[in-house]
């Protein structure tokens, strides 16, 4: 990892107190490199000026957070020196995967959808003037139907079509969330979960650049990534937890929305087509429901 050395130093100068000794892992994405210091730090460097402004808004934005929910986040120190970084210890743990869930009973299950019910709902309670000071925005909205049906249709199998056109009809007449808007993730799937797999506890939630206001329902999509049958426990615990009439059809469909958006989205990128339509597939053939949703 020699060619990371560069980003090691300009860690080391930003933070003096701190002695790093080497670069143990790295992690790129489209808006941020990560880079994993002594099996105990993370530092984000962002690769564009929108990135490094999610970045500073994250980092002002987390302390809020940490306060209103149950669960470990993040507590980065923010850097402005060019590039600007944030550096934060890690939360113990490891994504939590399709096949990790697949191993937990229901109990455990359960534990999991409280746990993570506890944390949005944390969320949701926070007043809004917090959030809107440090620059929280609204959350973009899905491609509008129209747009999906006139980018995705043509690419998936044709099987799949009419029920995809029955969901985005469906979506046409959704009407607004019951529940109006709450400040939340909103990105909460399994990868930006730190779960103990010995113990099966969640030991945090991290990666919040995406945390904005939006429809109460939307919250709970991601963690249909890791699971339907989180999804459909994480509303039901909600519900309980809440006492909110959190309408699971409604997520549901929202969550097939969601799938057939990203595939809409991803004309441009052709090696990612295949595993969209995969993830719709899956969503649908677990969902036989969806399309069932309530309007109003």
């Given at each position: 990892m020699d060619q990371l050395d560069p980003l090691l130093s300009r860690v080391r100068r930003a933070f003096p107190k701190y002695r790093f000794e080497a670069v143990t892992a790295r992690r790129d994405g489209l808006d941020c490199l990560a880079i994993e210091i002594d099996h105990d730090w993370i530092a984000k460097i962002p690769r564009h000026e929108a990135a490094a402004h999610r970045l500073r808004r994250e980092a002002a934005l987390?302390?809020?957070?940490?306060?209103?929910?149950?669960?470990?986040?993040?507590?980065?120190?923010?850097?402005?020196?060019?590039?600007?970084?944030?550096?934060?210890r890690m939360i113990p743990g490891v994504a939590l995967t399709?096949?990790?869930?697949?191993?937990?009973?229901?109990?455990?299950?359960?534990?999991?959808?409280?746990?993570?019910?506890?944390?949005?709902?944390?969320?949701?309670?926070?007043p809004f003037e917090g959030p809107r000071a440090f620059g929280a925005g609204e959350v973009p909205d899905l491609l509008p139907a129209a747009v999906i049906r006139a980018r995705a249709m043509a690419l998936l199998p044709a099987a799949m079509r009419p029920r995809a056109a029955l969901v985005l009809r469906e979506i046409d007449d959704?009407?607004?969330?019951?529940?109006?808007?709450?400040?939340?993730?909103?990105?909460?799937?399994?990868?930006?979960?730190?779960?103990?797999?010995?113990?099966?506890?969640?030991?945090?939630?991290?990666?919040?650049?995406?945390?904005?206001?939006?429809?109460?329902?939307?919250?709970?999509?991601?963690?249909?990534?890791?699971?339907?049958?989180?999804?459909?426990?994480?509303?039901?615990?909600?519900?309980?937890?809440?006492?909110?009439?959190?309408?699971?059809?409604?997520?549901?469909?929202?969550?097939?929305?969601?799938?057939?958006?990203?595939?809409?989205e991803a004309t441009d990128l052709p090696d990612a087509i295949p595993g969209r339509i995969r993830s719709l597939a899956q969503w649908l053939n677990a969902m036989p429901n969806v399309p069932a949703a309530r309007r109003g």
């Open positions: 987390l302390p809020l957070i940490a306060a209103a929910v149950p669960v470990a986040v993040p507590a980065p120190s923010y850097d402005d020196w060019q590039p600007p970084m944030t550096l934060h399709p096949a990790l869930y697949a191993l937990l009973s229901s109990p455990e299950r359960n534990r999991l959808a409280t746990d993570l019910a506890r944390f949005h709902l944390g969320m949701h309670r926070m959704l009407g607004p969330d019951p529940l109006g808007q709450v400040f939340g993730h909103y990105d909460a799937h399994g990868g930006n979960m730190a779960w103990d797999p010995d113990t099966r506890v969640l030991n945090g939630i991290f990666d919040f650049a995406d945390a904005g206001f939006g429809d109460l329902h939307r919250d709970f999509v991601p963690a249909g990534f890791v699971s339907p049958d989180l999804s459909e426990r994480l509303v039901a615990a909600y519900a309980r937890e809440s006492g909110l009439p959190v309408d699971p059809e409604r997520v549901r469909l929202l969550t097939a929305a969601h799938r057939l958006s990203e595939l809409a």
